[in-house]
């Protein structure tokens, strides 16, 4: 039987995600396992290794089963030669050759890209972008990425740098990003983003506000607190999520006007806000986007959730090694 199953990893700095997966995206696995990043992140890919090879025995697989196995990964990552630098956050200060040691591990081919680019393959394969070829994918958590698909496959750009949606400015000399940018979308919606815009407006708000008092006691704040205080009426919060969603809808006008996908998705942690965050992101989004943008691409959530990194990973190896190629 010709093989007909396929390996999705989504590589994060606290845990690692893994499937098994059936081709047309139904997933017969999953699990995950703590991502060890002592002695500069060298246990990551054998723990990798070790896991996958033991959980297809005990889960009866055998390796003729699979097609291949596709990561998403943070860091940057030479698609070519299978290696990831810059990836901090796994203590990954120099390249890393995963490829090599993952195939020569486990005996499949394999095929790597950035987490964000795998997550967006992900909901454009069988999430809230299933049914269009051109989707842009928006992940907002403790940072802001992004995937860019055009015609069903990822657009890396010249140096891989394709899809840096967090780094999209949307306020002239605002906040400094880490990037050494300033005013960078990332500062402004992300989870520490939509912090930082909330003591800067508590710090000049007179009315009554229950994120204010927080503010004032010096009580620990996080976009979900705000979410959640902006939909129980308060005055404050409410205007920390409008200032928020005008800077992420200016962005997603702007990236509307360029790509004019089908769907532009929002997900991450703090796309849980739901329609507290997508109303006013899409009231936004209409204002700045070109107006047969706005009468084509929608603005949705992501569907997926946490199976969107390997569902991608899935994906990235469904197309490099799949029965097309």
């Not at 499937?19 to 699990?31: C, V, Y």
């Not at 995937?147 to 750009?157: A, M, N, R, T």
């Not at 809808?249 to 849980?272: H, K, R, T, Y």
């Not at 989004?285 to 990194?309: H, M």
Request: with cysteine; hydrophobic share 40%.
């Amino acid at each position: 039987m010709a093989a007909n199953k396929l390996i999705g990893i989504d590589l994060g700095g606290t845990t690692t995600k893994m499937a098994f997966l059936t081709t047309d995206g139904q997933i017969l696995d999953k699990w995950q396992i703590d991502t060890d990043i002592s002695e500069n992140g060298s246990h990551i890919v054998p723990n990798i290794i070790k896991s996958i090879n033991e959980t297809m025995d005990n889960a009866n697989h055998v390796k003729s089963d699979f097609i291949g196995i596709g990561m998403g990964t943070p860091g940057t990552v030479n698609r070519e030669k299978g290696t990831v630098t810059g990836a901090y956050n796994l203590n990954w200060t120099t390249p890393q050759p995963i490829k090599e040691q993952i195939e020569k591990g486990i005996g499949l081919p394999f095929v790597a890209d950035n987490d964000a680019n795998a997550a967006s393959l992900g909901e454009s394969w069988r999430g809230a972008g299933s049914k269009e070829s051109d989707v842009v994918f928006v992940t907002l958590g403790t940072g802001v990425g992004g995937g860019v698909i055009v015609d069903g496959e990822l657009v890396h750009g010249i140096n891989g740098a394709a899809g840096e949606i967090g780094h999209i400015t949307v306020v002239q000399n605002g906040y400094l990003c880490t990037c050494g940018k300033r005013g960078c979308l990332e500062q402004y919606a992300s989870a520490t983003g939509i912090v930082h815009v909330a003591k800067d407006l508590a710090a000049t708000f007179t009315g009554t506000s229950r994120l204010k008092e927080l503010e004032d006691a010096r009580e620990e704040i996080t976009s979900k607190i705000i979410f959640y205080l902006a939909d129980n009426g308060d005055i404050l919060a409410n205007q920390v999520v409008d200032r928020v969603c005008s800077y992420l809808g200016l962005a997603l006008g702007n990236i509307g006007n360029i790509f004019n996908p089908g769907s532009i998705v929002i997900g991450g942690g703090v796309s849980n806000a739901g329609n507290t965050l997508l109303q006013p992101t899409t009231r936004y989004f209409q204002e700045n986007a070109f107006k047969p943008v706005r009468d084509s691409t929608r603005i949705r959530l992501a569907q997926l959730g946490n199976d969107a990194g390997v569902m991608g990973a899935a994906e990235l190896a469904e197309k490099a090694f799949g029965s097309n190629k």
